[in-house]
């Protein structure tokens, strides 16, 4: 293999710069030419390719984002558009791709792998952490450290005023985030796609930490079947109108930021193994990290399942919130 592309696609996530900067020197190493693609799949099917070196991926471990930006393509999930994608690859002498992103990524790398013969290899940036196949996704870390410092900087105010604070954060389908940030932040409940959010259990539990504590985090994944932050709020202020009630909804903010340690080195360790993965001759796999190691999840199976929820972390924040 002698030239290799990589591209960043669907939400960023703190850590893919360092995961990419991993990619470019590991093909270099190896005597390989590394194209660019500007904007994903996107970029793929518009010709957005840049030629890589060391110099180009200089500096960037420790930047938030990702300096190929990124973009979803509904175009790539056409066949003319994924046409137009392998035309532009086997134009720039592609011989491998490595796809930096989620779910819809190694969808779409899935599907295009049905009439192309190039192989792609993944590396899973994600925020959310909800990819069968790693303990860690890129970005994660990074993620749950903003959402705990918002959160202590919530209950700054909650205390000084006494107040109810529900705070929302991403997790449409997975309550990963919202389950570490809570325990790290010392949150008196978490509310999750996971589990059933039972409004009067949670009205009870309020009611009898009146007395024992000046401030109340909850905290609420914007997935929940309840219907997210302010509309648990509302029904809660509704059986406690004496509670003094905010909601903060954290937003992108936690997709930003500079990438923790942790997340510099998983991606960096993601990056090197997805290289020599394709140098391996592996396809359509996944590069993650379960036990410390390097593992290869083929693509339909990190998208089909998902991380499984700890019950005894939940059963854990109960019993630390009393």
Known sequence: MKKIAVLTSGGDAPGMNACLRAVVRTAIYHKMEVMGIVHGYDGMIRDEFIKMDEKSVANII???????????????????GRKKALHNLQKYGIEGVVVIGGDGSFKGAMEFSKTAKIPFVGCPGTIDNDLAGTDYTIGYDTAINTVVQAVDKVRDTAESHDRLFFVEVMGRDSGMIAMLA???????????????????????????????????????????????????????????????????????????????AMDRVNSSRMGYAA????????????????????????????????????????????????
């Open 182 to 260: 809570g325990i790290g932040a010392g949150a008196e409940s978490i509310l999750i796609p996971e589990t059933k959010t039972d409004i009067q259990q949670l009205v009870e539990r309020l009611k009898n930490k009146r007395k024992t504590k000046n401030s109340k985090i909850i905290i609420v994944a914007e997935g929940d079947e309840a219907g997210g932050a302010f509309v648990i709020a509302e029904q809660v202020k509704k059986q406690l109108p004496d509670y003094d009630t905010r909601v903060t909804v954290l937003g992108h903010l936690q997709r930003g930021g500079s990438p923790s």
């Open 62 to 80: 420790h930047r938030g984002g990702t300096i190929l930006k990124t973009a979803r393509s509904k175009e790539f999930m056409t066949d003319e």
């Open 275 to 322: 290289v020599e993965a394709l140098l391996k001759g592996e396809k359509n796999v996944m590069i993650g990290i379960i036990d410390k190691s390097i593992v290869y999840t083929p693509f339909e199976k990190a998208t089909k399942q998902k991380q499984k929820m700890d019950p005894d972390l939940l059963r854990m924040l109960d019993i630390l919130s009393i």
